[in-house]
């Protein structure tokens, strides 16, 4: 695996697992800063469930020795959830829905990670697997 593939998924799986975490220990709080409303006791469930969800997702894609193979969907998968996610936080952010303090940083962030994920020039092949 190059080297710049490597850091990619490194930082990528890395601001992911944050948020799993945050999502797993304080789902309340994740909502609240990001879309500035309270969340329901169901809502906190799903909250972690999602978080466990992204830990999950982190540990399939982290960078391992001799994972050369499987560089291409990991970066495909990480590249999928940032734009997925930073898609979604314009369209409530535009349409008047919920806007938290971190909001617009969160769609800055995750667009500057899909970035150098797209970058990688290896998307192509596994998009082809």
Known sequence: MKRYETISI????????????V???FPSLFVWLLLGVE??????VVGRLA?????A??????PREGTETTAPSSLLALLFLSVLVALYLVYLGIGGGSAGLILWPAVILHSVVAIPVARTGRLPSAIGR
């Not at 978080?51 to 830990?55: I, M, P, R, V, Y």
């Not at 997702?57 to 982290?62: D, E």
């Open 39 to 44: 969340l329901s006791e169901p809502g906190q």
């Open 23 to 25: 999502l797993v220990s």
């Open 10 to 21: 490194a930082v990528a799986a890395v601001i992911e697992a944050g948020t799993g975490l």
């Open 51 to 55: 978080g466990f969800s992204l830990l």
């Open 57 to 62: 997702l982190v540990l399939a894609c982290w």
